[in-house]
């Protein structure tokens, strides 16, 4: 899908055709939209297949006038499972900018594309290319920081429930954010290692200003790093902790079922042995056997109760 915006009158309207200084969006655009971005517009066709290619990891080029660059940003996903859990992934995005456009090209809809085109990032002017990769960079560092509190509400929230009753569903959702931070990690640090060879300028010319919101958009790289690192050491910390409690529990459990096993075998035994055909037995009553079997009971329970085997 191919759609193009422009900036008149600091406000950003959708246009039926390119023109000089306006955005083209790409939205997992089909072959006949690339055989147009390429043919008709002179894109550069690795370029476009660089920035749809899934596994493709955030850098910058520049080749014949024109600079790729690809980052990184995140992505909410609710799973299909009957906990509608929700997973945080990447995905790569491709800014690429040419003498007359800039063009964005990524695999699917996202929050990113819809707030700014419908005007929600402030300042973003379609003509003034630099400026508009430095917001929409600015905007992807700022959405991986709410997504990261997102994730630490969920983990509280999870580890809560996990106080109250041990669940594999808590367990997995407890997972599922932890790869979700492996992820967000991952990208943010290739991310931040992008953005400081913008800052070296050698390959797109920077302004004062520029520089200025480049600096502004690492610090929140860096700040997203940081937190990423200490939700993904707690996280890691809380699944061994609730894997050591469960085991615990689990002995606890263990230990009450041999205690029971123990005292229920001793009228078993005292039976067993009053049922043998052996003469002369002592006190040959219907009686005496049970209440052999009462006493060795509870003089068992008695002993095991003092030893905490019951708790």
Not at 16 to 44: H, K, M, N, R, V
Not at 178 to 195: A, G, H, N, R
Request: charged share 25%.
């Amino acid at each position: 899908m191919l759609n193009f915006y422009k900036t008149v009158d600091n406000r950003i309207i959708r246009i039926d055709a390119p023109e000089t200084g306006c955005w083209i969006c790409a939205i997992s655009p089909s072959e006949a939209e690339i055989a147009y971005l390429t043919g008709d517009l002179g894109i550069e066709p690795d370029f476009v297949r660089a920035a749809l290619d899934e596994e493709e990891s955030s850098r910058i080029e520049s080749e014949e006038g024109q600079t790729l660059v690809i980052v990184d940003y995140p992505v909410a996903d609710q799973q299909d499972d009957e906990n509608k859990t929700i997973l945080y992934t990447t995905m790569p995005m491709g800014i690429i900018m040419t003498r007359d456009y800039v063009l964005t090209v990524c695999l699917r809809e996202n929050l990113l594309i819809s707030e700014m085109a419908e005007g929600r990032v402030k300042g973003l002017q379609t003509s003034l290319k630099t400026r508009f990769l430095l917001l929409t960079l600015l905007r992807i560092a700022a959405r991986f920081l709410q997504y990261l509190k997102q994730i630490d509400k969920i983990s509280s929230m999870t580890e809560t429930r996990l106080h109250q009753s041990m669940r594999n569903k808590e367990l997995i959702q407890l997972l599922g954010l932890e790869k979700s931070l492996v992820f967000f990690s991952t990208s943010l640090k290739s991310d931040e290692i992008t953005l400081e060879k913008i800052l070296r300028g050698r390959i797109i010319k920077l302004y004062e200003e520029d520089e200025d919101l480049l600096e502004d958009v690492l610090i929140e790289v860096k700040q997203a790093i940081e937190m990423c690192n200490i939700y993904s050491n707690i996280l890691s910390g809380t699944m061994d902790a609730f894997a050591s409690v469960i085991s615990n529990n689990l002995n606890i459990v263990m230990k009450v079922l041999t205690a029971i096993t123990i005292v229920m075998a001793i009228p078993n035994m005292v039976f067993s042995f009053f049922g043998m055909n052996v003469v002369d037995l002592p006190l040959p009553y219907s009686w005496f056997p049970i209440a052999l079997s009462l006493g060795l009971c509870g003089i068992a329970a008695l002993i095991l109760w003092k030893k905490n085997m019951f708790r």
